[in-house]
């Protein structure tokens, strides 16, 4: 399916196999909302998307080993076939034959002003028809330049096409990039309850009743904890690839717009200039071939040389203007590059907690085992 014709997916959390409907929809409940700060990516959601989040977090069970390790997967194979399919129906091969036809037109236009140069010079010496050399030269650089300009134009409607099939793009990766986020937010949310309400309560129990079974329940939670939290940690790093496809997108679609502008500039301002020109080299031919004198041929080559520099000139000028505009702005390689940075410093400070977390998790594992051992050996004494 093209991205023009996909509609934006609304977010959607499943836990569990696929043949089970443990969807978790939009609805009015007597859920309260809970009172601790919110989490930054939370805020970005709107009550109801939040009130999903808050109750498919409770519906996610960390005993449920299947469930566990196809959280999130759906999000993350959307995400990887959106790259595929991105690369797919971008060609920016396209881009490099556009500018190969840009420099054909150029190069037209220069071999005939070259040639017209040196045609003048031979026109007078050999006092030859010179309307008739410009208008058999003009026809056949016309030629090539109108089937440069019809193959620029086919491009350019290719190019534009591929900016709005962009703008899709761009819309989808938001959409997958907040369905993932959701379900990000949704494993924390559990990851915190289970820090701090079951493994506590755990804990105590099995202080209270100095059981094996009920000390291995807490190890097993816990282990169950932190394999849930790198599963956490895995789908960061999917978001974080869909979260570098939108300043990616952008940057394509600006290609493709600069290219288009070159294009038309080409089309409404470079081609249009050069026939002027040759109009008046026609008219000016003509006036030449009414000199009667060769002072009087003279003065009027003098004059046609000083239009057709000026009009040179002024084309020059028009082109080295064009041709010194940047495909992209500085402002929006710095802009694009602080966010990229911006984010991976990020990532980086959520992996630290994370390996923080496990730490302390690991720690406290090792003090739970010590004491279990001191109480074991005082209870054989």
């Known amino acids: 399916m093209a991205f023009e014709d996909q509609e934006i997916p609304v977010p959607t959390l499943t836990f569990g196999a696929e043949e089970e409907d443990h969807s978790t929809a939009v609805q009015e409940t007597s ?87 040196k045609g003048i010079m031979g026109w007078f010496k050999k006092n030859t028809n010179k309307v008739t050399s410009i208008r058999a030269q003009y026809a056949k650089a016309e030629a090539n330049v109108t089937a440069v300009s019809q193959a620029l134009e086919n491009h350019q409607i290719q190019l534009l096409k591929d900016v709005a099939m962009l703008d899709k793009m761009y819309e989808l990766n938001l959409a997958y990039f907040k369905e993932l986020s959701m379900y990000i937010l949704a494993g924390k949310k559990k990851l915190e309850r289970v820090k701090n309400e079951e493994l506590p309560a755990l804990t105590k129990k099995a202080k209270e009743t100095g059981l094996q079974e009920d000390a291995q329940a807490v190890n097993d939670l816990t282990s169950l904890a932190n394999r849930f939290e790198k599963k956490i940690h895995d789908l960061e790093l999917t978001r974080m690839i869909s979260l570098q496809m939108g300043p990616q997108i952008r940057l394509l679609q600006n290609n493709d717009t600069l290219m288009s502008e070159k294009i038309q500039s080409t089309l409404v301002n470079t081609i249009p200039l050069w026939r002027s020109q040759m109009v008046i080299a026609i008219g000016v031919a003509h006036s030449q071939e009414a000199a009667e004198a060769t002072r009087e041929a003279t003065e009027m080559t003098n004059a046609l040389l000083k239009k057709n520099a000026e009009a040179l000139k002024m084309a020059t000028i028009e082109t080295a203007r064009e041709s010194e505009r940047g495909i992209v702005d500085i402002e929006t390689l710095k802009a694009t590059n602080q966010s990229l ?25 090792q003090k739970m085992e010590n004491e279990m051992k001191e109480k074991l050996l005082s209870m054989k004494a």
Do not use: H, W
């Open 341 to 365: 940075i911006s984010t991976l410093d990020e990532v980086m400070k959520i992996q630290d907690e994370g390996r923080q977390k496990r730490a302390a998790a690991e720690a406290e594992l």
């Open 31 to 117: 859920f309260k909302e809970p009172v601790p700060a919110m989490d930054p990516e939370e805020a970005k959601l709107s009550p109801q998307e939040q009130q999903m989040v808050e109750q498919f977090s409770q519906t996610i069970d960390l005993n449920n080993s299947n469930g566990i390790l196809q959280y999130g997967a759906g999000a993350q194979k959307k995400i990887a076939d959106f790259s595929s399919t991105a690369l797919e129906n971008v060609r920016t091969k396209d881009l490099g034959e556009v500018g190969k036809l840009l420099a054909n037109v150029v190069t037209e236009l220069k071999s005939f002003d070259v040639e017209e140069e």
